[in-house]
């Protein structure tokens, strides 16, 4: 009788507690931040992500005086840092990229995912979007897209391309494209595009596809030989590259980030800081480092991040399906 009365007690416990700890994060959403603010990065450190990631979030300390401390957690084409975050308490203090990898490219591409894209964040707003480029080293006998296209048909089998990771944009561009021109190729992953980079530097690796940032500046030293771009339109630092749909019509794709949560912020917090994104991205240091990292502004408030990774997960998912790549 004595334990039935204790368990009454310890449910009236928590039934009156869990309204006490809803209001608790409602107040604390409407003076958010009050302190620092984990930034998840799902992808290493020293890429075109990391370098937009780090500046985004130095504004956002600038215009709140909180830190924003960006936390590199790479692997898995970006679902490690993604699992995180999904798992992270839901007070606004531990937030993280929205990226096309693990938010809407996996959902299709892995068998199996420990969290739900549509169902385990909150997006809050969109921050950049960047073309990517097809790269290949000196001594390849290709000096356009047909020229390519025509070797590796000859060759089948014989030739290789990188990415920064299996299920990033640069690999499910080289999926497309093996697919669109019926290749026989096989996809080499890295630990990101740094690395994938060293190897073309070295004569290792033939091909890839990746942000443009880095490789643009390879090909203008002469390192690399670029040959196109995957944005719909050519793209204006490098106006004599041809863009993939040149080529191949309707081949495009673009990698993108904003800010997120887990599931479960305060609507006023996430309201808050849509427009503190939007507020950052006017900043004329964005601006500059934005192009000088080949991105530009892609500014979208929470219900228009949420609507676009919905669109960019169906538009994606038939190629994927297509192309025959999956990750167990």
């Not at 009050?34 to 130095?58: E, H, M, W």
């Not at 500046?217 to 040959?227: D, E, I, N, S």
């Not at 939007?278 to 900043?283: D, N, R």
């Not at 500014?299 to 949420?306: I, T």
Request: proline residues 8%.
């Amino acid at each position: 009788m004595a334990g039935l009365r204790l368990g009454r007690r310890r449910a009236l416990a928590v039934s009156l507690a869990t309204p006490l700890l809803a209001s608790g994060i409602a107040r604390a959403s409407t003076d958010w931040p009050n302190k620092p603010v984990r930034y998840l990065n799902p992808f290493p450190a020293g890429g075109t992500t990391d370098v937009l990631s780090r500046i985004c979030c130095q504004e956002l300390s600038e215009l709140t005086g909180q830190q924003f401390i960006v936390e590199n957690k790479a692997g898995a084409g970006g679902n490690v840092g993604a699992d995180q975050l999904a798992k992270s308490t839901p007070d606004g203090y531990t937030l993280g990229l929205l990226s096309i990898a693990p938010h809407a490219i996996a959902p299709t591409l892995y068998g199996k995912l420990s969290f739900n894209a549509d169902k385990d964040f909150t997006p809050i707003a969109m921050f950049w979007a960047v073309p990517n480029i097809l790269v290949v080293k000196n001594d390849l006998p290709a000096r356009s897209v047909p020229e390519l296209i025509a070797l590796i048909k000859a060759n089948p089998g014989k030739y290789f391309f990188g990415s920064g990771g299996s299920g990033t944009s640069p690999h499910i561009c080289g999926e497309m494209f093996k697919l669109r021109a019926g290749l026989n190729m096989q996809h080499v992953p890295y630990r990101g595009g740094a690395p994938a980079m060293q190897d073309m530097l070295a004569g290792q690796l033939d091909m890839m596809f990746d942000n443009i940032s880095t490789p643009l500046v390879q090909h203008k030293a002469g390192k690399v030989r670029g040959l196109a771009v995957t944005s719909p339109e050519r793209y204006p630092g490098a106006p004599d590259l041809p863009t993939m749909a040149e080529f191949m019509p309707g081949f495009q794709m673009t990698s993108w980030g904003g800010l997120c949560g887990p599931a479960g912020l305060p609507p006023a917090m996430v309201e808050k800081a849509s427009g503190l994104v939007k507020k950052a991205l006017e900043s004329e240091k964005i601006k500059r480092i934005f192009a000088e990292q080949a991105a530009v502004v892609f500014y979208r408030d929470a219900k228009g991040a949420a609507d676009f990774r919905r669109a960019q997960e169906a538009e994606l998912a038939p190629v994927i399906k297509a192309s025959g790549a999956k990750v167990d």
